[in-house]
C-alpha cells in the first residue's frame, strides 16, 4: 500500500513544480535555471496490458544555448527496491520515445540508506559491454539541508516543507518542525495553513504527526486581543478542542464504572461545548448512580 509519506515526497513538486529548481543548489547539485515547469501525464503504459505510471513527471523548458528542455521524472522510494532499476530504465527511454526530450531521474528519498542505494548507477548489458547506463539524482536526508531558522524557512516555504519531509526518520526532525510550526505564524496566510496540513499528511500516521498536530494547536494570533478572525477562529478550534476531550472523559468515566448511557444522554454530552458545564458534569460522574444525575438542577 502506498503511504501519504510517500506520496507527499512527489507530489510537492506537483503542487510546486518550481521546487525542484531551488533545492538542487542547495543540495550541491548543479543544473540549468528553468524558464518554465508544466505538469505531465504520468502514464506510461504501452498497448500491452501493463501499466507503469511514474510517480510525477515534469516537462522544465530551460534558456541555453542549444535550447529545448527536459523530462524530470521524480519517484519517491522509501526502500532500496532492486526491482526498481528495471522500472526506472524503462520510464526513462518510454519517456524519452514518447516526448522525445532528454529524460533527467530524480529519486526522493527520507532515510540515508536508501537514499545511498538509490544513488548507485543503473548498468544495464553483457559484462564485457554496457549497453545502458542510469545515473540518478538522489535528494535526501544526507543533502538537503536541514532549515531550522524560522525567517529561512518562512522565505521558502514549499522548501521547507519538504526538508522537513526528507528529515522525516532524522533525530533533529522535531527542531525542523517547531522552525516550520514558527514560518506558518510569519507567513500567516491561507497558502501557510495550506502548507501545514500538506506537512501532516506527509507525516504519515507518526509520532512527529503528532508533534506537528500539537505545534499547530499551540499556534497563537500575531496580533493578540485585536478580535481578528485568525484569533477567533483559534480561540473557538482550542475551545472545541478542549470541550471534546473533556466529553470524552466524562463517557470513559461511566463507562469504566459500568454506568448505563442512554443515546440521548450519550449525544448530549458529546454535543456540549460549554467547558463550566463539562467540568460540573465530569465532577459528577465520579459518584453519580446513573447518567441523568449528571443533569440534575444544582
Same mark, same amino acid.
Given at each position: 500500500m502506498v503511504s501519504s509519506a510517500h506520496e507527499a515526497m512527489h507530489q510537492i513538486f506537483r503542487e510546486d513544480p518550481g521546487l525542484f529548481a531551488r533545492v538542487l543548489p542547495k543540495a550541491g547539485i548543479t543544473f540549468p535555471e528553468p524558464t518554465a515547469t508544466r505538469l505531465v501525464d504520468t502514464d506510461l503504459t504501452e +498497448?500491452? $496490458?501493463?501499466?507503469?505510471? &511514474? =510517480?510525477?513527471l515534469l516537462e522544465v523548458e530551460v534558456d541555453t !544555448?542549444? /535550447?529545448?528542455?527536459?523530462? *524530470?521524472? @521524480?519517484?519517491?522510494?522509501? !526502500?532500496? =527496491?532492486?526491482?526498481k532499476f528495471s522500472s526506472w530504465t524503462y520510464y526513462l527511454a518510454h519517456a524519452y520515445a514518447k516526448h522525445r526530450l532528454p529524460p533527467v531521474l530524480l529519486v526522493v528519498c527520507q532515510d540515508k540508506d536508501t537514499a545511498s542505494w538509490a544513488a548507485? $548507477? +543503473?548498468r544495464i548489458g553483457l559484462p &564485457?559491454?554496457?549497453? #545502458? #547506463?542510469? %545515473?540518478? #539524482?538522489? *535528494?535526501?536526508p544526507d543533502n538537503v539541508p536541514a532549515i531550522l531558522d524560522p525567517d529561512e524557512a518562512a522565505e521558502d516555504l514549499p *522548501? !521547507? @516543507? %519538504?526538508? !522537513?519531509l526528507a528529515h522525516a526518520k532524522d533525530p533533529a526532525l522535531p527542531a525542523i518542525l517547531d522552525a516550520l510550526a514558527t514560518a506558518v505564524d510569519?507567513? /500567516?496566510d491561507d497558502v501557510a495553513v495550506d502548507w501545514a496540513e500538506f506537512t501532516e499528511v506527509g507525516l504519515d500516521n507518526t509520532q512527529a504527526r503528532a508533534h506537528w498536530r500539537k505545534l499547530m494547536a499551540m499556534r497563537t494570533s500575531r496580533f493578540p486581543g485585536s478580535g481578528t478572525i485568525i484569533e477567533e477562529t483559534l480561540i473557538k478550534g482550542q475551545t472545541e478542542g478542549r470541550a471534546e476531550g473533556r466529553a470524552e472523559d466524562i463517557?470513559?468515566? *461511566?463507562?469504566?464504572?459500568? +454506568?448505563d448511557v442512554p443515546e440521548a444522554a450519550r449525544e448530549r454530552i458529546a454535543n456540549c461545548t460549554d467547558l463550566d458545564t463539562l467540568g460540573t458534569w465530569f465532577d459528577r460522574a465520579i459518584t453519580a448512580s446513573d447518567a441523568q444525575e449528571l443533569f440534575r438542577e444544582a
Open positions: +498497448i500491452k $496490458p501493463l501499466v507503469r505510471r &511514474v =510517480d510525477t !544555448a542549444d /535550447g529545448g528542455g527536459y523530462l *524530470l521524472l @521524480v519517484e519517491s522510494q522509501g !526502500a532500496p =527496491d532492486p526491482d548507485n $548507477p +543503473i &564485457v559491454h554496457t549497453t #545502458m #547506463m542510469v %545515473f540518478p #539524482m538522489v *535528494l535526501g *522548501l !521547507a @516543507v %519538504f526538508s !522537513a510569519i507567513v /500567516g463517557l470513559r468515566i *461511566l463507562d469504566v464504572r459500568g +454506568i
